[in-house]
């Protein structure tokens, strides 16, 4: 319940690191495979916008995520 | 009581005139001119060799040409680095959008507040415009403003902390921890609504700040509750806060109705489509989870 800001830098980098380590083919079959909809139409739907939200994501934060997590191993490692 | 420094008062005392007449606007010098003026008699002598020594050191280092050239360096640099935080940090932070949030005035802070409390006889909810841009909250009570939301925030820190001492539970750390975790429980419930709004794809103008404004509208009825169980007891505390929840939920969903749903489910007719139908849902659960944020946040401050 007492939450701390600290704790939400914690939950941010583990959920985006999830989203970088994850398996596109395997995480779609259980998905509902919708990879060559395209969907360019008036409505993509939710899951197409989910997985458009992963896959920029994943592009997005590839850099930053290896500087921001070399950063955390260092300063755990020195602090605990 | 014979003034041996009163001879070399009268030496120094052309001098001091030479030194006042080349530095202007220095507050010493001020004191110095005036009595210098009246110069008659050994009896100014006798009050400037008073001050005098104590002011001299002061005047000479103002006086002298080298430091003058590093006060005026300093001051430009002072300005050329305030210059460069401000450009920078409008990058960050758009200082100029936050200022249309903060442009309240009493009469509306009033009406709003009552609105939060009782929404039930508000008839118009909509946000007049002015040429594409939204009217200033001073103009229009329906506008979202950010003077609400921070001083409600900070006010419940403040409340909580009361709650809390009159328990015997109170040690200040606890408010930064109050501050933070009900900070923390903001930022993830914008960051909830924002996700929820790009997955199911609603053309809006609600903008992020918008967006904290309303989930800090919660605050205000936070407060109502806490201050009601302080006052008298449990049950009040409960009443107050069934009746600020049930506020919020319809201030929410008036509000939010006529920004996420299209202009026909807006008016109230019914609209078929799955898309009209997760509109509905969205603005549905942003709105219900205003009560449920509301008590999660209070229920450990009244025992």
Redesign the interface.
């Known amino acids: 319940m007492a939450f701390t800001l600290y704790s939400l830098i914690q939950t941010a980098i583990l959920c985006i690191n999830a989203i970088a380590v994850l398996h596109e083919e395997r995480f779609l079959i259980g998905f509902g495979v919708d990879q060559g909809v395209g969907g360019f139409g008036d409505d993509p739907g939710v899951k197409a916008q989910v997985l458009t939200l992963i896959r920029s994501v994943r592009t997005v934060m590839r850099v930053p995520l290896i500087i921001v997590n070399s950063a955390c191993i260092v300063l755990l490692l020195l602090f605990g | 009581m014979d003034y041996t420094p009163t001879q070399s008062g009268f030496r120094q005392q052309p001098n001091m005139r030479l030194r006042n007449s080349s530095v202007d606007g220095v507050e010493g010098s001020q004191l110095f001119e005036d009595m210098s003026g009246a110069a008659h008699g050994l009896q100014t002598g006798n009050q400037q060799a008073g001050p005098q020594p104590a002011g001299f050191s002061g005047q000479s280092i103002l006086s002298d040409p080298m430091s003058n050239l590093a006060m005026a360096y300093g001051s430009s640099l002072a300005s050329q680095g305030r210059e460069m935080v401000d450009k920078n940090l409008d990058r960050f932070i758009p200082i100029s959008k936050l200022k249309y949030y903060f442009a309240v005035d009493t009469m509306y802070v009033g009406k709003k507040l009552g609105l939060l409390v009782f929404p039930y006889m508000h008839e118009n909810w909509e946000v007049s415009y002015q040429q594409d841009t939204p009217v200033a909250p001073r103009f229009d009570v329906n506008a979202p403003d950010l003077y609400i939301p921070a001083m409600g925030f900070i006010t419940y820190v403040l409340v909580a902390g009361l709650a809390l001492g009159t328990q015997n539970r109170f040690s200040p750390e606890l408010l930064g ?1 109050q501050a ?2 009900a ?3 903001l ?2 419930e914008v960051l909830a609504v924002l996700l929820s709004l ?4 609603v053309n809006t103008d609600l903008t992020t700040i918008d967006l904290l404004a309303f989930s800090g509208y919660k605050y205000v009825g936070m407060i109502v509750g806490v201050v009601a169980g302080l006052l008298f007891g449990r049950p009040a505390y409960y009443l107050s806060l069934l009746w600020c929840c049930a506020a919020i939920f319809f201030f929410m969903i008036r509000t939010l109705r006529l920004k996420l749903l299209s202009e026909a489910a807006a008016e109230g007719r019914l609209v078929r489509g799955t ?1 009209n139908q ?1 509109r509905m849902y969205l603005t549905m659960s942003i709105a219900a989870a205003q009560p449920i944020f509301m008590y999660w946040l209070t229920y ?1 401050l009244i025992r």
């Open positions: 921890v933070s975790s900070l923390v429980w930022i993830m790009y997955l199911v794809t898309r997760l450990h």
